[in-house]
Nanobody, 126 residues
Framework: QVEVVESGGGLVQAGGSLRLSCTAS????????MAWFRQTPGKERDFVAA????????HYADSVKGRFTISRDNAINTVYLQMNSLKPEDTAVYYC???????????????????WGQGTQVTVSS
């Protein structure tokens, strides 16, 4: 069993920055990847960024490439999402996800993750 908890959301003006954190606890030795997704009311949960283990390869949605950076600190089982040059369209609830099984599929779909956090609200004002 793995638990993931997000923090760091809030209100920021367009062009500003925020850093989200996600800390995993429990059977963290079984983690294969962690990711961030986001969701707005009435819409599906969309992929934002992912980082795999081992190797720490990263994946990004086209809409955030060059603005967002995902990183991890294995010593404290924490993944970060640094968000720069924020836009109003980045407003959403951001969810952290963890994957504890190996697969040959891309780590960019919700079905690849079996543990989810409660979400943290990010609001970007224009």
């Amino acid at each position: 069993q793995v638990e993931v908890v997000e923090s760091g959301g809030g209100l920021v003006q367009a062009g500003g920055s925020l850093r989200l954190s996600c800390t995993a606890s429990g059977r963290t030795y079984s983690l294969h990847a962690m990711a961030w997704f986001r969701q707005t009311p009435g819409k599906e949960r969309d992929f934002v960024a992912a980082i795999t283990r081992p190797g720490s390869s990263t994946h990004y949605a086209d809409s955030v490439k060059g603005r967002f950076t995902i990183s991890r600190d294995n010593a404290i089982n924490t993944v970060y999402l640094q968000m720069n040059s924020l836009k109003p369209e980045d407003t959403a609830v951001y969810y952290c996800a963890a994957k504890t099984f190996a697969s040959g599929s891309s780590p960019t779909t919700t079905s690849e993750y079996n543990y989810w956090g409660q979400g943290t609200q990010v609001t970007v004002s224009s």
